[in-house]
Structure formats: C-alpha cells, structure tokens
C-alpha cells in the first residue's frame, strides 16, 4: 500500500496544474497493490490501473476549500479492509456535516438576452438571482439532515459574457443572499472567453490583454495555476519590468497563498524576509554603493541554485503571515463521474 500525495493528472477542466506538474500513475511500481492518492480535492473513488496492475483510491477533500469544480462531487471517506489473502473491499461512506457546494455556469450569449437591451445589466442579475434561487431549493432538498451540517451553502456562478454584454453589481447582488448563502461576495464570477488566432496567439475581440491585474483576477486563475501565471507574467514582461531581488518562484507562491488560503500578509511577509536577508548580505560583503545593482544580481542567481533554502525561506515568511491572524480566525471552510450515492461495497479484488 503506497499512501501518495501529489498532483494526478495534468490540468483539466476540472483539476488546476501545470502541464508538467504531476506524476503520471505509469511512474508507480507494478509491485504496489494499492495506491491511495492524496492531494486531489475531487472524490474519484476507485479506480483500476490495468497497465501498472495496481488499485487508485482517490478519496479527495473533506471540505470544500475553494470554489472549484472538483469540489462539487459529494465528500466520502473511505474505509478499507484487506484479508490475509490480500483480497480488498472498500466501503464509501458519505459525509453527513459537509457544507453543501453548488457550481452552474452560464454563457450569457446562449440565452435569450440582448446584449443591446439597454436594461440588459438589470435582467442578467434578475436571470442570475433565480439561478441562485434554484440552486438554494436544491440544497434544501439534498440536506443530509444532520444537525452539524450548516444550513447555508456555498454557491458559483461562472458567468462568460462575451459578445458585448455588461457585468452588474455583484456588492448589490450579494446584499440579497447575504443570510442564505455562505459566500456572498463571491457567488458570481464574471470571465470573458479568450480569443487565438491560427497560431495560437491571443488575438483580438474579447481577449484580455496580458497584464500583471488582469492576468491574476480570479477568471484568469480558474485555467491555470496561480504559480505559473506568475512565472509567465515575468517571464514575458520587459526587461525593466522583471524582478531584481525576488525570484518568480517565491512571488508565485505568496501570491497563491493570498488566492487559495486568503492569507493577506503573505506577500508582504515574504517581500520584507527577502529583502532583510539581502541587506544582510549586502552589509557581510561591505558592498559599495556603485556595487549595489552587481551584488544584488550575484545574490539572485546564486539563491535560485539553493532551491532548499529558498523553500524554507518561503514556509518562514508564511509562519510569519499566519502568525498575524486573529485568534478567533479559522479557515478550515473557507471556499477550493460521480460516485454512487449511499454506502456501497466494492470488490475488485484480483479474483472478480
């Protein structure tokens, strides 16, 4: 039995990573019996690796922990037992006090709305507060019950308005769900549909131009992971627009943290660590002030090599961040095909 914690499958519509970052089941051993895949967030249940001969058990999540597709499918833990003939059975058991997560998305130009209406802002919010409606009669409907299960659920609507149509206020939006609804401000999300030409360039029309606010708003992070947004961002910006002291690795992953975990000292916490630690070098070395810019270069480089440092550099600046909350503040439910509902046994078993 491997227990393993990492990145599945690369990026899909449902699972945020890069195209790289994550291990394919093929550089597993046929040796193991039984793989259980932590990390993922969506609850895939059991799945058969017929190539590598071995049992993928994909629990996911047991809270939501952001407003992502792959947490809508329903939270399960698992129980497994295995006999001394190494024969397996699993039994899913549904989580009873989970808040609900419901996620609908919309495109606003396969309605019947008019993107020309001069009322149309008004009449997308109308249309959207009765699809927030309907989603609040279903998770009336598909309450467990339990006592401990919070009655308020977390919804999104992904909006794509392209063609011309406009956003409305989403402050005004959120006053009328603001006791119904776990996530207020946050239930709609407005994104426009990116256009490329034939080379795969970002063209004209409803593109988004890449810049550094537009490239992080939450739309923009919903098609790939925050981490390598950043990277691209720098790596694409002007020469005079790059980064001197901090690497694009550190700033990629304050800035995650500040997006999935809402730890707002994150990048600030992590922008004061690294320039405490440069000063430092900087007075060590007795650095002239003509030799500021060179030395500063050096240390950059040299610290890019040193990926173990960095990366305890990184955790210090988040203790640092994490350290500034409230007392009172707990982020265990913050907001990030499907198995069959109801306990079930499953048997698979080299003998079936």
């Known amino acids: 039995i491997l227990t393993f914690h990492q990145n599945r499958r690369r990026s899909s ?13 093929q550089f597993l051993d046929s040796f193991l019996d039984l793989v259980v895949w ?60 989970v808040r609900q997560f419901y996620l609908k998305d919309i495109v606003l130009s396969d309605t019947t709305l008019n993107p020309g209406d001069p009322e149309v ?3 997308i919010a109308a249309f959207c507060q009765e699809k927030v409606e309907e989603l609040l009669r279903k998770a009336e409907e598909e309450h467990t019950g339990n006592k401990r299960q919070p009655k308020e659920p977390l919804i999104r609507l992904k909006i794509e308005y392209s063609g011309g149509f406009p956003m409305f206020n989403t402050n ?47 739309e923009a ?7 390598d947004l950043v990277k691209r961002f720098f790596a694409e910006a002007e020469q ?6 901090l690497t694009e690795k550190g700033m990629g992953e304050a800035v995650k943290e500040f997006v999935d975990k809402e ?56 203790e640092r961040s994490r350290s500034k909350r409230p007392a009172d503040d707990d982020r265990s439910d ?7 509902d109801g306990n079930h046994v499953d048997d698979l078993s080299d003998e079936d």
């Open 13 to 25: 519509s449902r699972v945020k990573h890069g195209e790289k970052n994550y291990i394919p089941e």
């Open 38 to 97: 932590g990390h993922e967030h969506d609850a895939r249940g059991l799945e058969r690796n017929d190539v590598q001969d071995f049992i993928v058990l994909q629990p996911g999540s047991t809270v939501a922990t952001s407003l992502a597709e792959g947490e809508t499918l329903p939270k399960k833990a698992f129980l497994v037992r295995v006999k001394p003939s190494r024969k397996m059975k699993f039994e899913a058991i549904p989580l009873q006090t």
């Open 121 to 123: 802002a008004d009449k």
């Open 172 to 218: 005004r939006f959120a006053q009328i769900f603001t006791d119904r609804v776990a996530n207020p401000r946050d239930i709609i999300q407005f994104y426009r549909k990116k256009v490329y030409d034939k080379k795969g360039n970002k063209g004209g029309g409803d593109a988004d131009d890449i810049d550094m606010p537009l490239t992080l708003r939450r």
């Open 221 to 227: 992070l919903d098609m790939a992971r925050v981490e």
């Open 240 to 245: 005079n627009g790059r980064m001197s002291l």
């Open 263 to 318: 730890e707002k000292d994150s990048i600030q916490e992590l922008v004061k660590w690294q320039v405490e630690k440069m000063q430092k070098h900087l007075k060590d070395r007795k650095a002239a002030d003509d030799r500021i810019d060179e030395e500063i270069q050096h240390f950059r480089q040299a610290y890019q090599q040193r990926a173990d440092e960095e990366d305890e550099d990184i955790q210090i600046a988040f």
């Open 334 to 340: 913050i907001m990030d095909d499907d198995d069959d």
